[in-house]
């Protein structure tokens, strides 16, 4: 079973207004990592949050973990319709800092002009 | 190079054919691992070489699939007697010692279908 849950599934806004996604997952981890798939290709990274940080802010994103809810949200301010892709959270369960990824099934959104 | 590099892009293959998708990661990133993704489905772990070490081979999903890794750099994964349920998109990423700070650099993927 995937170790991240996102929700929604699905999202469709209009440029400008914000983005938020949410990400479960089930055991301890070590980070928590959000990346972006377009066309579904290769996906992008986009940012990365240790477990003992709470936020991160990169550009227009801006994360939150909160791991005694095993949660996270990633929010996309402003948004484009360059940002209509899927977004994916993964998380880091190694011990060490060579670990795999487990993704979940991931947000499809839809910005529209 | 630059990025990840996979190759083919596309692979079209009747069943029962054997396969095989190659991955040139990024020089020096020691962490090399396969995904595949279903249409509109997350990511499904297959592999992961780290090193030296011997490979994390727990999410290869048959006896079909194999993957290698030479000389620390190119990776292939091999599929033996292709089934239609093998038809996906295969990712490879790579990622430098400390994935703590860098996270995973994507390929674009091979397209695998099998008719």
């Given amino acids: ?113 | 190079g630059a990025g990840v590099s996979q190759s083919p892009s596309n692979k079209v293959t009747e069943k029962g054919k054997d396969v095989e998708l190659r991955c040139d990661p990024i020089s020096g990133h020691t962490a090399l691992y396969w995904y595949r993704q279903s249409l509109g489905q997350g990511l499904e772990f297959l592999i992961y070489f780290q090193g030296n070490s011997a490979p994390d081979k727990s999410g290869l999903p048959s006896d079909r699939f194999s993957a290698e890794r030479t000389g620390g750099s190119v990776s292939t994964l091999t599929i033996q007697r292709t089934q239609q349920e093998d038809s996906a998109v295969y990712l490879c990423a790579s990622s430098p010692r400390d994935t703590l700070l860098y996270g995973y650099t994507f390929g674009s993927g091979t397209r695998l279908t099998v008719v």
Wanted: proline share 2%; net charge positive.
């Fill in chain 1, 1 to 113: 079973s995937q170790q991240g849950e996102e929700d929604p599934q699905a999202l469709s806004i209009q440029e400008g207004e914000n983005a938020t996604m949410n990400c479960s997952y089930k055991t301890s981890i070590n980070n928590l990592q959000w990346y972006r798939q377009n066309s579904g290709r290769g996906l992008v990274h986009l940012i990365l949050i240790r477990s003992n940080e709470r936020e991160k802010h990169s550009g227009r994103l801006r994360v939150t973990l909160d791991t005694s809810k095993k949660s996270s949200s990633l929010l996309i301010t402003a948004s484009r319709a360059a940002d209509t892709a899927s977004y994916f959270c993964a998380t880091d369960r190694s011990t060490d800092s060579w670990g795999k990824l487990q993704f979940g099934a991931g947000t499809q959104v839809v910005v529209t002009p």
